[in-house]
């Protein structure tokens, strides 16, 4: 996570479906619809503040009003590991207003859980309306960034063996659990098969425990970066189309301005050491925009057959 305060849109990628979980099933993955999901869903969400300690009452109540007058209806928020329970408050007031609390459950290092203090803690908080657990975030990363404090490489097989069981304990007390968040490989990487993300998924598959998927969910941090909403299919991105009059006029922009940013999407398509930038036309050759979770969800879907919710917390 990026340690600053920033809003995320957080959607179920799912049909319709209901506020309530249903039975696990053994047999096959949960639908999609039997997820639970907020009153009147309409996909929006935010993140809370990247505090792990709680706020007072008064602040809590002051941004409820705030997010209920914007139509939040999905909160993520992070705790404190596995002991913390400063946001009884919080919880309370998000499902009151009708909105899905969504809990990372934050620890600084990537260690083994204490799955007996992780199984009281969704045993408290899931009662209280808490279903969705994040564990582990962005661990394909180097360093304190990806959780590796220890000098430790990231390590899709390290990290499944501290997933796994942790995944299955928030199962067995009626959470769910979702896969650590990760980015989905370009296909145009040569080696995209050797990604973290790839070797994660099949390590699931391969020693047998494709079932804890079931009941799983994504993390996806799809962030835009300064892209549009539509990218990679945007006229800009496969046409290399230049500014028009009307957004000349709308931004205010300088004729230095509108000359550089014509001059960029005119070379855009050249090599990398003549300054272009340009890399696929699809989702599957360039998902970094709003649009991973595409990505994400085809990946995915060739690896194990079904699909599973995925939940864009950052």
């Given at each position: ?6 809003l995320a ?11 309530f ?22 996909g ?8 792990v300690?709680?706020?007072?009452p008064e602040?809590?109540d ?10 939040i ?15 009884e408050y ?7 207003h ?9 620890r600084p ?11 009281r ?8 309306g ?13 360093g ?5 404090c ?17 995944a299955?304990?928030i ?10 968040s ?16 790839i ?16 009941r ?6 799809n962030?835009f ?33 509108v ?41 995915f ?6 699909e599973?919710p995925?939940?864009?917390t950052?």
């Amino acid at each position: 996570m990026k340690w600053v305060v920033r809003l995320a849109v957080l959607a179920l990628v799912a049909s319709v479906g209901v506020s309530f979980p249903a039975d696990a099933q053994d047999t096959g993955p949960l639908p999609l619809s039997a997820y639970p999901r907020p009153p009147q869903d309409n996909g929006l969400g935010i993140h809370w503040t990247t505090s792990v300690y709680g706020q007072s009452p008064e602040v809590i109540d002051y941004f409820i009003n705030e997010m209920e007058a914007m139509g939040i209806k999905w909160v993520k928020f992070l705790n404190d590991g596995t002991d913390g329970r400063h946001n009884e408050y919080l919880i309370q007031q998000l499902v009151a207003h009708g909105m899905m609390p969504v809990m990372r459950i934050y620890r600084p290092c990537n260690k083994p859980f204490d799955l007996g203090s992780l199984r009281r803690l969704v045993r408290h908080y899931r009662p209280m309306g808490v279903y969705y657990y994040e564990l582990f975030n962005e661990p394909e990363l180097e360093g304190e960034a990806g959780g590796w404090c220890d000098g430790e490489r990231p390590h899709p097989d390290r990290l499944f063996e501290m997933w796994l069981p942790a995944a299955r304990v928030i199962q067995e007390e009626g959470g769910f659990p979702s896969l650590p968040s990760m980015f989905p490989p370009s296909l145009k990487d040569p080696n995209w098969q050797d990604s973290f993300f790839i070797r994660f998924l099949r390590k699931i598959k391969e020693t047998g425990n494709t079932d804890v998927l079931y009941r799983a969910w994504g993390a996806v941090h799809n962030y835009f970066l300064n892209h549009p909403v539509r990218y990679p299919y945007d006229e800009v991105n496969l046409k290399g189309t230049p500014l028009t009059q009307e957004e000349i006029e709308r931004y205010g922009l300088t004729p230095a301005e509108v000359q550089a940013i014509n001059h960029a999407r005119k070379i855009a398509r050249r090599p990398r050491s003549e300054g272009g930038y340009y890399i696929g036309d699809t989702i599957d050759e360039d998902n970094n925009g709003f649009l991973q979770f595409l990505a994400y969800r085809n990946r995915f879907y060739e690896i194990f057959g079904f699909e599973i919710p995925l939940i864009s917390t950052e």
